[in-house]
């Protein structure tokens, strides 16, 4: 500041009165001093400027398991386009699917003094998050629910989602269901295996183990799950997989294998999944997908959380959430047909 001041020919207060576009400067001088910040290369440094007056750095920092899953950019997009209208920046972290990476990925976030954090917990042991809470950080989770401490969450209905692609598999005559799914420690894992098991119970049927395949991330690991089913004596005649990442490498098993080898009546396995997907109608194969609106669960993160900003910056509670504030939101899901 001071050297774009002796080169402007000016105070550095009044260097800095133009650089904060104070519009009692005479225009004459406002354009000698942006003509020497030109030349110098100079930017203010907004996160040292805030701190100083005492606001927060203007930064939200968003933790998220696996950038290569579309659902985490849909969601991301959501959080950016609401956060964006209250004059935050989103810094986007993958912590592919590690809890040590979280831990140390949310330290750094509040060492780096972001002024609140959205995040997909990679487990049930959200400790890390917690102390942020306790730190006096707002959090807000989506996807999955807090564990040990409360904090608002956004939820997608996996239950109720996995229930009804299972019971329409049910609906058309299948009673060997497979099941491909996210490893046992993930939240919505665990509840889209459960809507399955459901679905099966009321149709007075019982869940094989020998049919379910839990732990896959990758399409890779799916298709070889689905090829270990598929090639049982006794094979599935469908198979519900609790994700997109899944739901593709069961396709690729099912190309591989071909529908002359596997099926009922020689109809080939029907398929149904969690998560629509770009392209879903281009596989050529009936196919029955689970559908919610992504970026509407980054919105609705993104809402709870200027709202416990909000809350902060009135000295409500010191923006920190209690057991009793603690708000969630469940975005409903809706069953598409493809290939039909």
Same mark, same amino acid.
């Given at each position: ?265 020689? #109809? ?11 392209? #879903? ?19 609705? #993160? ?23 504030? #603690? ?14």
């Amino acid at each position: 500041m001071r050297d774009v001041a002796e080169r402007a020919g000016v105070s550095a207060m009044t260097a800095s009165r133009v650089l904060r576009d104070d519009p009692q400067v005479l225009p004459a001088t406002r354009e000698r001093v942006r003509a020497a910040a030109t030349a110098l290369g100079y930017r203010p440094n907004e996160v040292a400027r805030s701190l100083r007056l005492g606001r927060g750095t203007g930064l939200v920092g968003l933790v998220v398991t696996n950038l290569a899953n579309p659902f985490y950019s849909r969601l991301a997009l959501g959080v950016d386009s609401v956060v964006a209208e209250h004059g935050l920046k989103t810094v986007i972290g993958n912590t592919g699917q590690d809890l040590d990476a979280e831990r140390e990925l949310v330290a750094d976030l509040v060492a780096r003094r972001v002024d609140g954090i959205i995040a997909v917990p990679a487990g049930a042991d959200q400790r890390h998050l917690a102390a942020a809470v306790s730190g006096g950080v707002p959090v807000v989770l989506a996807s999955r629910p807090p564990e040990g401490f409360a904090a608002d969450c956004v939820l997608v209905d996996d239950f109720g989602g996995a229930r009804d692609a299972t019971a329409r598999l049910l609906e058309r005559g299948h009673r060997r269901i497979g099941f491909l799914g996210s490893p046992p420690a993930v939240h919505t894992g665990t509840e889209r295996l459960r809507g399955y098991a459901a679905a099966l119970t009321s149709a007075g049927l019982t869940v094989d183990a020998c049919l379910v395949r839990q732990g896959q991330t990758e399409p890779s690991q799916a298709t070889r799950a689905a090829a270990e089913l598929l090639a049982l004596p006794d094979p599935p005649t469908a198979l519900f997989c609790s994700n997109n990442r899944n739901t593709i490498g069961a396709f690729r098993a099912l190309r591989d294998v071909g529908p002359k080898d596997v099926g009922l009546r020689g #109809a080939g396995v029907a398929l149904a999944g969690f998560d629509d997907f770009e392209l #879903a109608d281009a596989l050529g194969l009936p196919l029955t997908l689970v559908a919610y609106d992504s970026d509407e669960l980054g919105r609705a #993160a993104g809402r709870l959380l200027n709202d416990r900003l909000h809350d902060r910056g009135s000295g409500a509670a010191g923006g920190r959430a209690t057991a009793g504030e #603690a708000r969630q939101i469940v975005v409903p899901t809706s069953l598409v047909e493809y290939g039909t």
